[in-house]
């Protein structure tokens, strides 16, 4: 999930994480990747939003988590789901996935206390190609975002660097949302600061090793302007136009970052952006 903005860098206190707390945040960080994977399998013409909420419910509780999403704030399931001009949110029920569909799928799971939240962005095969085509470049564009921003997480860096990093891989192709952004995470799923997923005057606090955050630029292929429905939850653009999500927990340390939802760490995707990759010992 993602946080509703005051557009400012919060000024609470963060919590750093000791070594030990971010191997039990890796631990529920894998739970959400497993989650995530069984999603994605399961998504195909036909199927319900709720059905995926099934699998994803179902996975994360037989690794011997909590979903995170469900109750929270009264969020009636364990997945969201966001469909087309839906942005972030989305409560899964009746609604079927058809081909052609860009699907934005978050979640969040809980494990000895601990939280992961990750999301990623998918067009269900078999629709228009020429849509599919943009589609894919509009949720290609807000991955490539997502791993620059985590790339520029380091130690004596500033957060507000991550910002910056996404606005400029984005180079102005897409619409980056301000309403809903980034966030600390750990012992609760939304904590301090907020990561801004543009750039301001203000960089931020500095970066210190312990500092875990998930990176979750959400773009839109036209205007950032959003309504949030009357069923108080799911995000969607005023204009109608099309939006992706990515996201994932990142762990920095004094060694560099771990990514602690992408079961490689983020070391492929890492890798080619310079970007200091370090395994959890
Ligand atoms: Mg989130
Ligand atoms: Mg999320």
Same mark, same amino acid.
């Given at each position: 999930m993602s946080e509703a903005t005051t557009?400012?860098?919060?000024?609470?206190?963060?919590?750093?994480?000791?070594?030990?707390?971010?191997?039990?945040?890796?631990?529920?960080?894998?739970?959400?990747?497993?989650?995530?994977?069984?999603?994605?399998?399961?998504?195909?013409?036909?199927?319900?939003?709720?059905?995926?909420d099934?699998?994803?419910?179902?996975?994360?509780?037989?690794?011997?988590?909590i979903p995170s999403f469900k109750g929270y704030y009264g969020f009636p399931a364990s997945l969201c789901v966001s469909?087309?001009?839906?942005v972030v949110h989305g409560i899964p029920?009746?609604?079927?996935?058809?081909?052609?569909?860009?699907?934005?799928?978050d979640c969040g799971a809980i494990?000895?206390?601990?939280h992961?939240d990750?999301?990623?962005?998918?067009?269900?095969?078999?629709?228009?190609?020429?849509?599919?085509?943009?589609?894919?470049?509009?949720?290609?564009?807000?991955?490539? *975002?997502?791993?620059? /921003?985590? +790339? !520029? %997480?380091?130690?004596? #860096?500033?957060?507000?660097?991550?910002? @910056?990093?996404?606005?400029?891989?984005?180079?102005?192709?897409?619409?980056?949302?301000?309403d809903y952004v980034?966030h600390g995470i750990?012992t609760e799923m939304h904590m301090a600061?907020e990561?801004?997923?543009?750039?301001?005057?203000?960089?931020?606090?500095?970066?210190?090793?312990?500092?875990?955050?998930a990176?979750e630029?959400?773009?839109?292929?036209?205007?950032?302007?959003?309504?949030v429905l009357g069923d108080d939850w799911t995000v969607?653009?005023?204009?109608?136009?099309?939006?992706?999500?990515?996201?994932?927990?990142?762990?920095?340390?004094?060694?560099?970052?771990?990514?602690?939802? *992408?079961?490689?760490? /983020?070391? +492929? !995707? %890492?890798?080619?952006? #310079?970007?200091?990759?370090?395994?959890? @010992?």
């Amino acid at each position: 999930m993602s946080e509703a903005t005051t557009a400012v860098f919060g000024r609470d206190r963060i919590q750093y994480k000791t070594h030990e707390q971010i191997l039990a945040m890796r631990r529920a960080g894998l739970v959400v990747a497993n989650a995530l994977d069984a999603v994605r399998e399961a998504v195909k013409p036909g199927v319900t939003t709720a059905d995926l909420d099934e699998v994803a419910d179902r996975t994360i509780r037989a690794a011997g988590a909590i979903p995170s999403f469900k109750g929270y704030y009264g969020f009636p399931a364990s997945l969201c789901v966001s469909v087309n001009a839906e942005v972030v949110h989305g409560i899964p029920g009746k609604a079927v996935i058809s081909e052609g569909d860009l699907v934005s799928i978050d979640c969040g799971a809980i494990l000895d206390g601990w939280h992961g939240d990750s999301a990623f962005s998918m067009v269900v095969p078999g629709g228009d190609s020429v849509r599919a085509v943009e589609d894919q470049a509009l949720i290609d564009t807000t991955e490539a *975002a997502m791993w620059s /921003g985590i +790339a !520029a %997480l380091k130690v004596g #860096g500033r957060l507000g660097d991550v910002g @910056a990093a996404i606005e400029d891989r984005v180079g102005g192709r897409f619409g980056i949302l301000e309403d809903y952004v980034g966030h600390g995470i750990g012992t609760e799923m939304h904590m301090a600061p907020e990561v801004l997923n543009y750039r301001t005057r203000d960089r931020g606090p500095k970066v210190r090793a312990g500092l875990c955050v998930a990176v979750e630029p959400m773009l839109v292929a036209g205007s950032i302007e959003t309504t949030v429905l009357g069923d108080d939850w799911t995000v969607v653009t005023n204009d109608g136009k099309r939006a992706a999500h990515w996201e994932h927990t990142v762990a920095v340390t004094e060694d560099g970052v771990w990514v602690l939802t *992408a079961r490689d760490g /983020g070391q +492929a !995707a %890492l890798a080619a952006l #310079g970007a200091t990759v370090t395994p959890l @010992a």
